[in-house]
């Protein structure tokens, strides 16, 4: 049973970023162009992140996570600022953004499907690890979204020199909240918050953008 539920959570993992992209572009009408783009952004990202984190010292699994957390913060929230503040200058609404959103969040979600595949027949795999990948995606998907939808409000309205930080930052937590989570049942909820917080506040975003006045 738990085999057959790692093979369901890699497929979860791997396809369910692309079915909700086209969820996303039929319901809302946003173009898909900005998803492929996030792809080929998050390979070379990821890699340098990887060769900088490995030069880490893993002694204080505390410090550890605190500087793990704010590399990510910086480089992916980084490079997504650069992407949509200048090569994506004609995909400049919130529903593009969230393209994006679901692009980078398909990379993430490569990795961790194929993981779930490679734990078939190893019996190391958690019981839940089904539930737990759903949720996971679909955590990780609604956060990458909102952080997105944030850093192009940033650049919209001139304010990324507030915004950007902010994402930076809030990805920084996100991923040390995260790192905690296996351990700490406080940390799992400071996560879920966190999340809940950045989707009401890229929501809040998204209807100052369709109406300025509203500011």
Known sequence: MTDINCF??????????????????????????PAFIALPVCFPVFIIGAVIR????????????????????????????????????????????????IGHSAYEEFGAGISCFGLIGTGS?????????????IEGTAFAVGVTVLILYGIRTGRSKIMLPAAMLLHALSNFTGALAPYSVPAAL??????????????????????????
């Not at 369901?8 to 009408?29: D, E, N, Q, T």
């Not at 410090?63 to 793990?68: G, H, N, P, V």
């Not at 400071?190 to 500011?215: M, V």
């Open 125 to 137: 795999a958690a019981s839940d690890i089904l539930p737990m990948g759903i949720w996971s995606l």
């Open 8 to 33: 369901l959570a890699g497929i979860v993992r791997l396809f369910g970023p692309p079915a909700l992209l086209i969820l996303w572009h039929k319901k809302s009408g946003a173009r898909l162009y």
């Open 54 to 101: 490995s030069g880490f010292s893993q002694e204080n699994l505390l410090s550890y996570f605190i500087l793990q957390a704010l590399l990510y913060g910086f480089l992916e929230e980084g490079a997504k600022f650069l992407v949509l503040r200048f090569f994506l200058t004609d995909y400049d609404s919130p529903k593009d953004a969230a393209s994006y959103g």
């Open 190 to 215: 400071l996560r879920i918050l966190l999340t809940a917080g950045i989707c009401y506040a890229a929501y809040r975003c998204r209807k100052a953008l369709q109406d300025p006045f509203s500011d």
